[in-house]
C-alpha cells in the first residue's frame, strides 16, 4: 500500500468516527450542527480516481446514515458533494486545477477558503433541504444552513491545522 491511500483510509476512519463519536451529539441554539466529516472529501487528492471518490463518498455518507437513523440524507448529500467537487475546483482554483498541485492542508488562501466554504454549504444545503422536505421550512432551513456551514469551516479549519504536517 502506498502512503497516501494508508493516509485516505486513516482519515476516513478518524474523521467518521470523531463525527460519530463526538459531533453526532452536539446541537446549538437548535440550528447549529457540526458536520466535520465531510472534510474526507473536501480533503481527497485532486488528481485521485474521480469514481473512487464517488463510491467512498456514498459509503461515507451510509454509514453516517446508518449510526444517525437519517434514511439516506447523509449519503445523497456526500454524493452530491462528489459529483460536483471538480466544478468547485474550476470555480475556486481556474481552469487549470488539474495541473497545479493543490494541497488544501496548507495555508489557508482566498482560493483554498472558498472552496472549502462553497463545499460546505453545497452539503449543508442539499442536507438540511432533504431532511425538511417542505418549503413551509425553508427559512428554517437556510439559518439552520448558515449557522451550521459557520461552525463546520471553523471546525474544518482547526482540524486542517491539527493534522497539516510540519515543514522541518
Request: with cysteine; glycine share 4%.
Amino acid at each position: 500500500m502506498n502512503s497516501t491511500l494508508l493516509s485516505n483510509i486513516l482519515r476516513f476512519i478518524l474523521l467518521l468516527s470523531i463525527q460519530i463519536v463526538i459531533f453526532n451529539n452536539m446541537i446549538f441554539l437548535g440550528y447549529i450542527s457540526p458536520f466535520p466529516y465531510i472534510l474526507f472529501i473536501i480533503l481527497y487528492p485532486v488528481n485521485g480516481n474521480k469514481s473512487a471518490l464517488v463510491a467512498i463518498s456514498f459509503l461515507l455518507g451510509i454509514l453516517m446514515d446508518l449510526f444517525s437513523n437519517s434514511g439516506g440524507i447523509h449519503a445523497t448529500a456526500c454524493l452530491l458533494l462528489a459529483y460536483v467537487r471538480p466544478s468547485i475546483f474550476k470555480f475556486a482554483f481556474g481552469l487549470s486545477y488539474e495541473y497545479q498541485t493543490i494541497k488544501l492542508n496548507d495555508v489557508l488562501t482566498p482560493q483554498r477558503f472558498s472552496f472549502i466554504l462553497l463545499s460546505v454549504i453545497i452539503h449543508h444545503l442539499s442536507l438540511f433541504l432533504l431532511e425538511a422536505f417542505q418549503l413551509a421550512y425553508i427559512i428554517d432551513t437556510l439559518i439552520t444552513t448558515l449557522l451550521s456551514t459557520i461552525f463546520t469551516i471553523i471546525i474544518c479549519i482547526i482540524i486542517i491545522y491539527f493534522i497539516k504536517p510540519n515543514k522541518r
